[in-house]
């Protein structure tokens, strides 16, 4: 029986990126492919070797292609140490040394070679800044044709932002390539901070998976959870010692769109000033606006506006909980 969803996970990890793979790797019906990074929680080489890492201690050989270091054009900033520490997991006291390294080609590279190996095949899930996407759009435009979905832990509609009033942090990071991605015309999906901040996990959650599977990769989530939850707690009190699901509901989405209530609209991206990195949606739909931009004929997406929370973390508990971790690939 052929697996439902072949992916390439396009990420910075990054805790929440790391929960949101090994989601992936213990779904049933997920095959990740390869993995392409990108800055944005930490630096583009420390998201190559977490993805290598976290692969490898869950003993996967998974291809990983390194991308970009900086935005399109915003000037660089500085990697959020204090939310998911300096090393991007929680800073770890000690890692054992892992097999691999990482490709030869770019991760733009990577993405343009899989999507021609698969025409039509491919969901590529992007839970990060999105340079890579906006290079392997310039490197092959029909790229939106040759992929069957995409589907973006990025922005939101009605809920404020995470990095300003209106901008979330992975399109705030990259106004310019969001905005490139919003617009390509693909089969696209945003799941955004609407949904994503109703899904709060709290680091007990952690503590038991370390519990019920004995491993070195649950022992590194748990970690990895504690510093971000610590930083969650410290911004949103009410919460507990907790966190936001973020990027793992983009998986989520992927194999239980039906736990989604979405609206479909064009979304631009506000690329400079005071909102720069804002996603807005035209929720109208047929009005013809005189501002440039908003033509008929560009691209929708299909916006997450609800989520079942309870559901979408019992299915995070059940796949996390279930029987897929493999001895860890040293060196
Ligand atoms: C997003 O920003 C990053 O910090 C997280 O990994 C997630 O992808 C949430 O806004
Ligand atoms: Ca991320």
Same mark, same amino acid.
């Given at each position: 029986m052929s697996i439902k969803h072949k992916v390439i996970f396009d990420t910075d990890p990054g805790v929440d990126d790391a929960m949101a793979l090994y989601f992936a790797l213990a779904h049933p019906d997920i095959e990740v492919l390869g993995i392409t990074t990108t800055f944005g929680n930490v630096t583009v080489q420390q998201a190559t070797e977490n993805a290598l890492y976290l692969t490898r201690i869950a003993g996967r050989a998974?291809?990983?292609?390194?991308?970009?270091?900086?935005?399109?054009?915003? *000037?660089?900033?500085?990697?959020?140490?204090?939310?998911?520490?300096?090393?991007?997991?929680?800073?770890?006291?000690?890692?054992?040394?892992?097999?691999?390294?990482?490709?030869?080609?770019? *991760?733009?590279?990577?993405?343009?070679?899989?999507?021609? *190996?698969?025409?039509?095949?491919?969901?590529?899930v992007a839970v990060a800044p999105l340079g890579n996407l906006g290079l392997a759009l310039?490197?092959?435009?029909?790229?939106?044709?040759?992929?069957?979905?995409?589907?973006?832990? *990025?922005?939101?509609?009605?809920?404020?932002?995470?990095?300003?009033?209106?901008?979330?942090?992975?399109v705030w990071n990259d106004p310019d390539a969001a905005d490139l991605v919003f617009t390509a015309g693909w089969n696209l999906a945003m799941v955004g901070l609407d949904v994503t901040h109703r899904v709060v996990i709290p680091s007990g959650f952690f503590?038991?998976?370390?519990?019920?599977?004995?491993?070195?990769?649950?022992?590194?989530?748990?970690?990895?959870?504690?510093?971000?939850?610590?930083?969650?707690?410290?911004?949103?009190?009410?919460?507990?010692?907790?966190?936001?699901?973020?990027?793992?509901?983009?998986?989520?989405?992927?194999?239980?769109?039906?736990?989604?209530?979405?609206?479909?609209?064009?979304?631009?991206?506000?690329?400079?000033?005071i909102a720069n990195g804002q996603t807005m949606m035209d929720k109208h739909g047929s009005l013809f606006y005189p501002q440039p931009g908003w033509e008929a004929e560009k691209p929708e997406t299909h916006a997450c506006l609800q989520i079942n929370a309870e559901a979408a973390m019992a299915l995070i508990d059940t796949t996390l909980k279930g029987n897929w971790l493999l001895p860890a690939l040293t060196a």
């Open positions: 998974i291809p990983v292609a390194q991308g970009v270091s900086v935005p399109l054009s915003k *000037a660089p900033g500085l990697p959020p140490g204090f939310i998911h520490g300096d090393d991007g997991l929680g800073n770890l006291p000690t890692r054992v040394s892992v097999q691999g390294q990482a490709e030869a080609c770019s *991760a733009a590279e990577y993405i343009v070679k899989m999507a021609r *190996a698969y025409p039509g095949e491919i969901t590529l310039r490197l092959e435009p029909a790229l939106p044709q040759l992929l069957k979905k995409v589907v973006l832990m *990025a922005g939101t509609i009605n809920e404020p932002g995470n990095v300003s009033p209106v901008a979330e942090a992975n503590t038991q998976l370390a519990a019920h599977q004995q491993h070195i990769a649950t022992d590194t989530l748990k970690h990895a959870a504690d510093f971000y939850c610590n930083f969650y707690s410290a911004i949103r009190p009410d919460l507990g010692h907790a966190c936001y699901g973020h990027d793992v509901l983009a998986f989520v989405y992927l194999v239980a769109p039906e736990l989604f209530t979405t609206a479909k609209g064009r979304i631009r991206v506000a690329k400079e000033g």
